[in-house]
C-alpha cells in the first residue's frame, strides 16, 4: 500500500494519498487576488499557489469538496478539473437548498457522488468509507447565513483514520468532542484561520488558535498518539489567526502540545504515519 500522504497547497486545498488513492481536497487554484475580499483589506487570495496549479490538479483520482465557497472551491478549479472526474461531496438535505451535487453538475462534473443519503452519513468509494460529521460555520445567524458546511472522516483497512473537521467553530454543544469520542482518530487537520467578516458578525466563523489549541487538546486525550496538522490560515484576507498566534496559543494551553502539532507551510508535504507507527 502506498504511504498515506498529506501534500498541503495553501488555505484548505491539499493532495491526499489515501487507500492507494490521491485525492483533490477543497481546490481554491485562482491566483492571488483573482476574488473579492472578505474584510476589505485585500483582494483574496492573499497569496500565491507555491507550485502551478496544473501541477496540482495532475494525477488525482478524485476531488472531494467539502463546501462550495469560493475558498474551497473557485471557478478556476472548475475550469482546470477534468469534468469525467469523480468528485464526492457530503448530501445536503436541506429542502430548500440547492444541493452540492446539482451545483457540481452544473458546472460540467459528470461523475458526482454524495457522502451519505437521507438515510445514512456515510459512503465507501473504492474501499475507502467517507463519514459526513458535524461542523457549524459561526454562531447563530451567522452560521445559518454561512449555509451548510461538514466535517469529513475518512477510513480503510490497514490506514490512519483521518478526521477533518472543516470550516467549523469549536461549538459549545460538543458536537465535535462527540466525533473524537467516536472516532478516536489518528490524524486530525483543523482549519484554525479564525476568520471574521465584519459586516455580519464579529465573531469567529471558524476555529481561531485559542480554539484550535482546545480542539487539539481533545484530541489527543481521546488518542494519545494523534497526528496534529493545522491549516487554513495566512491566505485570506478575513482569517485573523496567524501561524504565529497558533504556536503561542499551544504553549498557553499545553507545553507538549506545541511540539506535536505540525503547522505546515505552503507546499509542505507530510507523511501520514500508519495506526501501527503512531502507536510504536
Known amino acids: 500500500m502506498t504511504q498515506p ?5 495553501r488555505n484548505a486545498t491539499a493532495r491526499l494519498t489515501y487507500g492507494g488513492k490521491t485525492f483533490l481536497l477543497d481546490p481554491m487554484l485562482s491566483d492571488k487576488g483573482a476574488f473579492m475580499s472578505f ?26 469538496v467539502s463546501h462550495l465557497h469560493d475558498d474551497h472551491f473557485d471557478e478556476a478549479a ?3 478539473l477534468d469534468k469525467t472526474l469523480t468528485v464526492i461531496t457530503p448530501h445536503t438535505g436541506t429542502p430548500s437548498d440547492v444541493s452540492f ?34 461542523a457549524r460555520h459561526g454562531k447563530g445567524s451567522v452560521g445559518d447565513a454561512m449555509g451548510d458546511v461538514f466535517g469529513l472522516v475518512f477510513e480503510a483497512d490497514g490506514e490512519p483514520t483521518i478526521y477533518w ?8 454543544a460538543g458536537e465535535i468532542e462527540a466525533v473524537l469520542k467516536r472516532f478516536k482518530p489518528d490524524v486530525v487537520i483543523a482549519h484554525a484561520g479564525g476568520p471574521i467578516i465584519e459586516a455580519m458578525s464579529p465573531e469567529i466563523i471558524l476555529m481561531d488558535a485559542a480554539q484550535t489549541a482546545m480542539f487539539f487538546g481533545y484530541a489527543q486525550r481521546e488518542n494519545p498518539h494523534v497526528q496534529m496538522i493545522a491549516i487554513h490560515m495566512e491566505a485570506l484576507d478575513h482569517c485573523f489567526s496567524s501561524r504565529a498566534d497558533l504556536v503561542s496559543a ?31
Not at 5 to 9: K, L, M, W
Not at 39 to 64: E, H, M, R, S, Y
Request: aromatic letters at 4%; proline letters at 7%; a negative charge.
Open 5 to 9: 500522504t498529506y501534500h498541503f497547497i
Open 39 to 64: 474584510a476589505g483589506i485585500a483582494p483574496n487570495p492573499i497569496v500565491d499557489l507555491p507550485v502551478p496549479a496544473a501541477q496540482i490538479v495532475a494525477d488525482i483520482d478524485a476531488v472531494i
Open 78 to 80: 472548475a475550469h482546470l
Open 101 to 134: 451535487k446539482v451545483r457540481l453538475e452544473a458546472k460540467g462534473f459528470n461523475d458526482v457522488r454524495e457522502i451519505g443519503t437521507p438515510e445514512t452519513n456515510q459512503t465507501t468509494w473504492e474501499g475507502i468509507t467517507l463519514h459526513k460529521v458535524f
Open 165 to 172: 473537521p472543516g470550516d467549523t467553530i469549536l461549538d459549545e
Open 250 to 280: 499551544l504553549k498557553a494551553h499545553d507545553s507538549d502540545l506545541q511540539h506535536r502539532v505540525i503547522i505546515p507551510r505552503d507546499g509542505e508535504r507530510i507523511a501520514l504515519r500508519t495506526p501501527h507507527a503512531l502507536a510504536a
